[in-house]
């Protein structure tokens, strides 16, 4: 992989505003080289990850509403047609169709913010942008919050695990596809705060394998459509996981939760090595972000990177591969603390690429 942002600044995904045109504006102005399109989960139901990245589920019915709930209709008696109807357009998708892929897409109504930023690059032209940037949330996440007709967690059940996990892998490739029209390359997200559940003796069947499957699954479709892949987690996890993974970006919470990368330190070096880039997430989402400066934050980054050249990590591999990102999520944040995020972002990117990392 020959990408080397060097500390290029870019986003998470999610932001409070309810119009579309507030979020690009802050966007554009903060993350110029890689911009993100902006989710707004305030707007309400329609642009929560069922229809923005399983709707095609929903179209084919095997994913119903019911009132407030959502669940697999695995009792229905058309199921078995239904799953028929899946796979054909999934591997039709898979190989080159067109019109199949189509089906993965997100509806306009379901994503403003994804149609008013491709509608914007048409208008204004791509300008200061390097790269382009989308998201979905990941299967675990989503597993843990979709469950079956008899209320059983998708996650566990192996059937409705795969139909999850090759929905998600086509939606990223449309979405990877769709944002490279505009001749840059793609960075793509997976926004899986759900892998925290990993090792914890709440979830002891959820194995090392299983993530690594469902992550490499989405991380091939992404690279067939020639994007970017990377995955979020704000949370403290066993990061080997992530570095054994075919990722190309692995993006944590730094702010709160650097101490959890040094039992991984040699994993981490590993991965450098190979061309992995890391994307620190240093821009708190808390009311901390009013009492930092891009100075003390860079102090922290500085202070994590000397624990890690410790440990046998090569500080010019840090800087070289590295993104600047906020903590996580703005999307039930107040917009002037999102300001402030975003604002604390492009400022530290500032400053480390005008310095030596030193």
């Not at 500390?7 to 911009?35: C, H, K, R, V, Y």
Request: glycine share 8%; proline share 4%; with cysteine.
């Amino acid at each position: 992989m020959n990408f080397k942002p060097g500390g290029m600044a870019t986003g998470i995904g999610s932001m409070p505003f309810l119009e579309p045109d507030n979020a690009l504006s802050l966007i554009f102005q903060n993350l110029p080289e890689a911009p993100h399109w902006p989710q707004l989960p305030r707007r309400g139901e329609a642009e929560g990850f069922v229809y923005q990245s399983l709707n095609p589920l929903v179209e084919m019915g095997l994913l119903v509403k019911d009132g407030e709930k959502t669940y697999f209709n695995t009792l229905d008696d058309d199921w078995a047609n239904r799953m028929t109807e899946f796979y054909s357009t999934y591997l039709a998708a898979e190989e080159g169709d067109e019109k199949a892929l189509e089906r993965f897409a997100v509806p306009v109504d379901s994503a403003v913010g994804l149609y008013a930023f491709i509608a914007r690059l048409k208008e204004s032209g791509t300008g200061q942008a390097r790269y382009l940037k989308g998201q979905e949330a990941g299967p675990l996440t989503i597993g843990f919050q979709l469950k079956d007709a008899e209320g059983r967690f998708s996650y566990y059940e192996d059937q409705l695990r795969d139909i999850l996990v090759k929905t998600l892998a086509m939606h990223a490739r449309w979405q990877t596809k769709t944002l490279s029209q505009f001749g840059l390359p793609v960075i793509f997200f997976v926004d899986e705060p759900g892998i925290g559940v990993y090792g914890k003796g709440t979830h002891i069947t959820v194995t090392r394998e299983m993530i690594l499957a469902d992550m490499n699954t989405i991380a091939g479709s992404v690279h067939a459509a020639n994007g970017v892949i990377g995955v979020h987690s704000c949370d403290a996890i066993d990061w080997s996981l992530l570095f054994e993974s075919d990722m190309d970006i692995v993006n944590l919470d730094v702010y709160n939760f650097a101490s959890s990368l040094i039992p991984t330190a040699k994993e981490l070096k590993q991965y450098l090595e190979r061309g992995g880039i890391m994307a620190w997430g240093m821009a708190p989402t808390t009311d901390d972000a009013f009492n930092e400066t891009a100075e003390t934050l860079l102090d922290r980054l500085y202070d994590i990177w000397a624990e890690l050249e410790k440990r046998g990590s090569d500080r010019g591999l840090l800087k070289e591969q590295s993104l600047i990102t906020p903590a996580c999520g703005a999307g039930l944040l107040e917009e002037k603390l999102t300001q402030q995020i975003y604002r604390l972002t492009q400022e530290i990117s500032a400053k480390l690429v005008g310095t030596d990392a030193s």
